[in-house]
């Protein structure tokens, strides 16, 4: 039983990734999946949710850990797991059961990061985001 997950949070983990975990809290918290350019780039900027990637998170100007290197830290409230293309068309199948073990690890990892909210967003929209915020900040030059 988990002191840091919500029931939602281990519910989810529980039914979607197939790792068996309760909860011994009782917060009530989001699940949200993250479509909007505008919400996500809030996300993104915001210093205090950590965005949690599969892998090359010092990649972007945010905030980030990768999935996997998290393990046993307990200091985030909200996070945000960036869907790479694989997970990400995992998760909109409802098929994330089908990860190889080492992956489905790394993602249950991330997503029981949260004492808080957990939002999923994709890395496509994210890439779509910073390309779009470094084409301005070129032509300002």
Not at 8 to 32: A, Q
Not at 99 to 105: C, G, S, W
């Amino acid at each position: 039983k988990s002191y840091r997950c919500s029931p939602r949070v281990c519910y989810f983990i529980s039914s979607t990734i197939g790792i068996d975990l309760s909860s011994h809290c009782t917060e009530i918290v989001t699940i949200e999946t993250i479509t909007d350019k505008n919400k996500a780039r809030l996300l993104l900027n915001d210093p205090e949710i950590v965005k949690l990637f599969y892998q090359k998170h010092y990649s972007y100007d945010c905030f980030s850990r990768h999935w996997g290197d998290c393990t046993g830290e307990d200091r985030y409230f909200k996070v945000c797991i960036v869907l790479n293309k694989i997970t990400e068309d995992k998760f909109n199948a409802d098929a994330l059961k089908e990860l190889t073990a080492q992956t489905k690890n790394k993602l249950y990892v991330a997503c029981s990061r949260a004492k808080s909210d957990l939002y999923f967003v994709s890395e496509r929209l994210i890439k779509q985001i910073i390309k779009r915020k470094l084409n301005s900040l070129n032509r300002l030059k």
